[in-house]
């Protein structure tokens, strides 16, 4: 056993070491869905709108660093990092927003030959959850994306008490594919992934 294999055996154990758990969850090209009626409209937005932005800043909550929450989006739409904005279709009031991003995590290693997305801040307002919107604006993303890229996976990772999120995905056809734990030690940071066969998502 080499010196790394007993610092990863040892830091979730240390007192002053916070150790997070993902859910690793993946959706391939071949299995993905596809839906032909939404109740949402769906636009594809790789350059900045400012009303998708302005309404995309507003919605998140009050709580967060609204300066830092601005700066992040507006370097996506920088980076033209694929956002997908589900409004709704009658009011045109945003419903919800979910990015999917080409810069993701090096640890699968399997996946660096081909072209993968992640999934990022995936957020339905409060007052349109639980009619299934979530769902919904993931199918449609994932399936735009993969037809308009040589995308062949789609990831994601999900906080294991995140159990909503992971149902949506669910809904949407991803399965996990394994887990990642990240430990924290001050600003430093140290993860690790384990693959888990055929696990059947409910």
Known sequence: MNWKTCIKNVLPWLPFVTTDRYHIVEL???????????????????????????????????????????DRIKKRFQDEIPCFVARNKVTNELIGAVWLNPQGHSFLQE???????????????????GNGMGKQLLIVAVQTLFQETRCEAVLSQIHIKRISSLQIHAHAGFQIIGEYRESHIGNYWFGEFKRIINHKMQ
């Open 28 to 70: 391939r090209r071949t299995q993905c869905h596809t839906v032909t009626e939404t109740n949402i409209s769906t636009c594809y937005r790789k350059a900045l709108c400012e009303t998708d932005f302005l309404d995309i800043t507003d919605a998140f909550p009050e709580e967060l660093n609204r300066t830092e929450i601005t």
């Open 111 to 129: 996946h660096a030959a081909q072209p993968v997305y992640w999934v990022t801040n995936l957020f339905i307002r409060s007052k349109f959850q």
